[in-house]
């Protein structure tokens, strides 16, 4: 059974930066991709950022040249790097260790954790 830990969220200023991290214990397979999803007040889960076991990476467009999201298979662990952060990326983000590709999305398999709370205001 995996259980995720997602940390590194806050309140920060339009135009600042987090780092968040999910660390997963239990059985994560290397071989899955991991994603990184929010979920802003009254609307649905959507896909922020995915990176393949290889490393290949894939991005929602509104994110795009702002976030980075990176792995680290030794640590179960997936980062999401925020740049110039908007009002906009104001939501819960949650990680998820198994995500896979069925008629061109990543649909989320794996279990979620609590989500972190990423709050951007002035």
């Known amino acids: 059974q995996v259980q995720l830990v997602e940390s590194g969220g806050g309140l920060v200023q339009p135009g600042g930066s987090l780092r968040l991290s999910c660390a997963a214990s239990g059985s994560v397979f290397s071989g899955n991709a991991m994603a990184w999803y929010r979920q802003a007040p009254g609307k649905q889960r959507l896909l922020v950022a995915v990176i393949s076991s290889g490393g290949n990476t894939n991005y929602a467009d509104s994110v795009k040249a702002r976030f980075t999201i990176s792995r680290d298979n030794a640590k179960n662990t997936v980062y999401l790097q925020m740049n110039s952060l908007k009002p906009e990326d104001t939501a819960v983000y949650y990680c998820?260790?198994?995500?896979?590709?069925?008629?061109?999305?990543?649909?989320?398999?794996?279990?979620w954790g609590q989500g972190t709370q990423v709050t951007v205001s002035s």
């Open positions: 998820n260790t198994d995500a896979r590709r069925l008629g061109g999305m990543y649909v989320p398999f794996g279990p």
